[in-house]
């Protein structure tokens, strides 16, 4: 697997790894089937902007390493400018992934979508283009079909 | 930069150093087409005829019986679907098992998708198959069976000799596929009574692009790669003549040393499996204890995927490889590991290990000790981990 320097060292370091005790957020995505599994928590002030952001994920070094860079991406910014984060971007901040990874990325902009709703339910909150996650992003088999 | 303990032996060995110098005068000074008729085409002529009789005598073979191929899957091409072309008036049933190699798998797939009809043997929890449900599968229309002689993932080593008797009382052809098997544990086609062997040269210190195909004599086994009259007939190609003398070489070497490999691999395996098994949380062995090829170790760490657990175990010097999807480049685990019953998430978290006859037991050692460290940081990470801890079902289950 060619991976960029970018993910392998964002593999061995990831950034936010952890949790937050009573997060103001927290989403799961993924299916242990698949192989990957990833979590946000978020903690979030009340003026809305990410003070604090942790993740776990179960899966591969690109599945780790856009768990990390995709945390890095939102962390300090507003609800609606993490929203803006795509898979596109966390991609290109880790310089590429190969084809059969870039459903990581999905993955990872799932998760933050998970999280943020999460938050909104919880504060009884609509975020302006926010929809509700699917909980498992390989119902979605057109995914797996490619490959 | 670690030193490297490379434990990745099932996937391909170091060359022989006595091997190479015995190949290298086969391309610059007998470089002959072995086809020609003046002296220097003739000295490589004679150089595969001295290969191909010490390579017969290591699995008591008739000479005329061995056939030089490209590399093992092409002998399991060949086996499978020439024979089954050859014998398509007497039946077009095969019987095979859930846990062939994706040579056999593939290529009995193709099989299936020309119209030829599959039995898939399954395999216990263990990865042994059971020669009752051979026998059981076997119709008027079978031509013949194909089973793995010992598994690249999990190592076990299946009832040959019983399967082939089963199959030579029923008038079915037998292949195995050799290719972990030889060299070692005892591979004779006579005690095996099978018909087809494949065999590769990489996997036991030859060079990578060759193999052979054991065909007994009297099968109608047709030439699957058409040209020229090279190897009887039946496998046209000018042959690779510093490839076939490096595998003779290589061969001689293994099993002049056969019962010393075997005694050091099984003694450095059974130290790792009863470390990792008495050591590591939530861990597995996949494949039966015996009987098992003596250099592979196959484990499932719950909680853990597999390709993350190998680029760690890189870093600290330790080469291994996995049955996860991300480390095969398809989505999908392993079909051995499916196979023996584990469960997508575990079969995951798998991690091959396969030993040489220079891994010392220090290798092992801190082998052990690398992984001990890498499956704590991976699991300190993973959220299957973290529910496994609180007492929450696991995520899987809900999902299915």
């Not at chain 1, 927290?26 to 599994?37: H, K, L, P, S, W």
């Not at chain 2, 193709?110 to 263990?126: A, H, I, R, S």
């Not at chain 2, 005694?263 to 990792?276: C, G, N, P, Q, W």
């Not at chain 2, 704590?376 to 289950?397: C, H, N, T, W």
Request: aromatic share 6%; charged share 25%.
């Amino acid at each position: 697997m060619a991976y960029s320097e970018k993910v392998m060292e964002h593999f061995t370091n990831p950034r936010n790894m952890g949790e937050i005790e009573n997060p103001s957020g927290v989403g799961t995505v993924g299916n242990a089937q698949c192989g990957d599994i990833m979590r946000v928590y978020f903690d979030i002030d009340e003026a809305g902007i990410i003070q604090d952001v942790k993740f776990k994920t179960f899966g591969c070094a690109a599945a780790v390493a856009t768990s990390s860079m995709a945390t890095e991406l939102v962390k300090g910014k507003s609800v609606q400018e993490a929203l803006e984060v795509t898979n596109t971007a966390v991609c290109e901040a880790l310089d590429g992934l190969p084809p059969i990874k870039v459903h990581c990325s999905l993955l990872a902009e799932e998760a933050i979508h998970a999280a943020l709703w999460d938050y909104a339910e919880k504060n009884n909150i609509v975020i302006e283009g926010l929809k509700k996650p699917k909980s498992d992003i390989h119902e979605d088999d057109e995914l797996e079909e490619e490959y | 930069m670690p030193r490297q303990i490379y434990l990745d032996n099932a996937a391909t060995t170091a060359m022989l150093p006595g091997a190479v110098a015995d190949m290298l005068p086969f391309f610059t000074q007998h470089y002959g087409n072995p086809s020609s008729l003046y002296t220097l085409g003739q000295d490589a002529k004679t150089a595969i005829s001295d290969s191909r009789a010490r390579i017969a005598k290591h699995i008591r073979a008739q000479e005329s019986d061995i056939y030089f191929t490209g590399s093992g899957t092409e002998a399991d091409n060949w086996a499978l679907k020439a024979t089954m072309e050859a014998y398509s008036s007497k039946g077009r049933h095969l019987i095979t098992s859930s846990i062939e190699h994706h040579a056999l798998m593939h290529s009995a797939e193709w099989l299936e998708k020309q119209g030829f009809e599959v039995t898939w043997l399954p395999v216990d929890n263990n990865g042994f198959l059971n020669p009752a449900d051979f026998e059981a599968a076997i119709r008027p229309d079978t031509v013949m069976a194909s089973i793995i002689m010992a598994n690249n993932e999990i190592g076990t080593i299946q009832p040959i000799k019983e399967m082939a008797a089963i199959a030579r009382r029923h008038g079915v052809l037998f292949h195995t596929d050799a290719v972990q098997a030889l060299t070692h544990i005892p591979v004779d086609v006579e005690d095996l009574g099978v018909d087809m062997l494949s065999a590769s040269a990489h996997k036991f210190h030859g060079p990578k692009g060759v193999g052979f195909l054991y065909i007994r004599k009297g099968l109608k086994t047709k030439n699957f790669i058409h040209g020229g009259a090279q190897e009887r007939k039946r496998r046209a190609g000018t042959e690779n003549v510093p490839g076939i003398v490096g595998m003779a070489s290589a061969m001689d070497w293994c099993m002049e040393r056969f019962d010393e490999r075997n005694a050091h691999e099984t003694e450095l395996r059974d130290h790792l499996i009863k470390r990792v098994l008495t050591e590591v949380e939530h861990v597995r062995l996949n494949g039966g204890h015996e009987p098992r090829l003596p250099n592979n170790a196959n484990f499932s760490f719950e909680f853990v995927e597999g390709e993350s657990l190998l680029l760690t175990l890189e870093q600290k010097g330790v080469l291994a490889s996995s049955g996860s999807a991300c480390a095969s480049g398809s989505l999908d685990p392993s079909h051995v590991l499916l196979a023996i019953g584990l469960p997508h998430e575990i079969a995951h978290g798998s991690l091959r290990l396969s030993l040489g006859e220079d891994t010392t037991m220090a290798e092992i050692d801190h082998t052990v000790e690398a992984i001990k460290e890498v499956v704590v940081m991976l699991r300190r990470m993973s959220p299957l981990y973290e529910d496994f801890l609180q007492g929450k079902k696991p995520i899987s289950a809900v999902k299915q």
